[in-house]
């Protein structure tokens, strides 16, 4: 059911963005059959859950090739939507770079290595993850991570792209007609509805 909900928003989300003339829609690439994602993710020895490969089903990644400038955006402010290949190499690269890392014993609380069931559905400074560690599980958390404090607050795939329609709705992501996006920072969630939500729209 989740992995439904998330296609059903995703295509909300896209046409939202079709109809305020965002560049980035004629750029998404197809998306990959079921067999096609599980078949990509083998190869890096992950499961993907119902709800992430449900991301690479609607579409799989953008176009354009960012290999020098990842931090660019795309489908969202926050940085590259890839495909899963690119997403599953970047996670991988992460996990390596991480986690032979010692944990600092003052603070065993803050584990911030990236885990190997990690994906990236967005590519960036602070990538923002799915969590595949429980890929049977109905719905798989997604959450931002950072090098320097781990992974935020979690909310599911389908209400993080309810944040997404959100930010459209009340003017804090616009995008613009030369792909970059104008962040109203003023119009966060964190300033409109309460810092508990500020994380959620990235």
């Known amino acids: 059911m989740t992995a439904a909900e998330v296609t059903r928003a995703l295509a909300g989300f896209e046409q939202r963005l079709r109809d305020l003339g965002a560049p980035i829609v004629e750029r998404l690439r197809p998306g990959l059959t079921r067999a096609e994602v599980d078949q990509v993710a083998a190869e890096f020895g992950v499961a993907l859950s119902g709800d992430a490969a449900a991301w690479w089903m609607w579409h799989d990644g953008d176009r354009l090739r960012y290999e020098d400038d990842w931090g660019r955006p795309s489908l969202t402010p926050t940085g590259v939507f890839c495909g899963l290949r690119a997403a599953l190499e970047r996670s991988q690269q992460a996990h390596k770079t ?11 609380d803050l584990d911030w290595r990236f885990h190997r069931e990690w994906v990236a559905l967005i590519q960036g400074t602070t990538p923002l993850i799915v969590d595949c560690r429980a890929p049977a599980a109905p719905d798989s958390p997604t959450g931002v991570w950072a090098a320097d404090g781990g992974l935020g607050h979690t909310i599911t795939l389908a209400a993080r792209i309810g944040w997404w329609h959100w930010a459209l709705d009340h003017g804090h992501w616009v995008p613009r007609p030369d792909g970059k996006w104008l962040v109203d920072d003023a119009r966060s969630p964190g300033n409109l509805v309460g810092l508990h939500a500020r994380d959620d729209a990235s």
């Open 98 to 108: 991480t986690w032979d890392q010692d944990i600092d014993p003052a603070r065993p």
